[in-house]
């Protein structure tokens, strides 16, 4: 199927397309990921969150909730897909038992192995095309537009909460 996207490029200052071509782009790569990823049942946001929990292990649903930039009621409910699976366990903090960790299970590691090769799979796709060096450059430009946004998150915040004091 045939996308209609304007191939004309934008004039200095103009960001409108930049950031229409950014939400095409993100939502097409996770429907490209999702499909390549449907015969392993988990979904590219599962994979997401089942990686950071393999580079946090032991931590709390709230900590995750932070790193992944959503509610911990969202995160909590990502967390039982994740437990219902096998991907994911959870046990007591031992210094607090009221309190919940989760760690990566086998079955998970599995997963985040399998998940990796495909992400590869989709990543080829997607810039298939593309130069090394311009694959790189995207990279490299992707990064200051997170840092860009988080530093603008953060300046957010800053104000907000010198407006409640």
């Known amino acids: 199927m045939s996308r209609a996207i304007p191939t004309e490029t934008s004039r200095p200052g103009e960001t409108a397309r930049l950031g229409f071509l950014l ?23 599962q994979i997401e969150v089942l990686n950071l929990l393999a580079h946090l292990p032991n931590v709390a649903v709230g900590e995750v ?28 903090d031992p210094q607090d038992r009221r309190r919940s960790l989760l760690v990566v299970t086998a079955a998970g590691h599995r997963l985040l192995e399998l998940g990796g090769e495909i992400r ?10 593309l130069e090394p060096g311009a694959v790189a450059q995207l990279e490299q430009y992707l990064i200051q537009i997170i840092s860009a946004l988080d530093a603008v998150e953060a300046e957010s915040e800053i104000k907000s909460s010198a407006r409640i004091e």
């Open 120 to 129: 590869a799979q989709a990543l080829r796709d997607m810039t298939t095309g």
């Open 23 to 45: 939400a095409i782009t993100q939502r097409l790569a996770k429907q490209h990921y999702g499909a390549l990823l449907a015969p392993l049942s988990i979904t590219p946001t």
């Open 65 to 92: 909730a932070a790193r992944y930039r959503v509610a911990p009621p969202v995160m909590t409910n990502m967390v039982e897909d994740l437990v219902r699976m096998g991907a994911v366990k959870r046990h007591a």
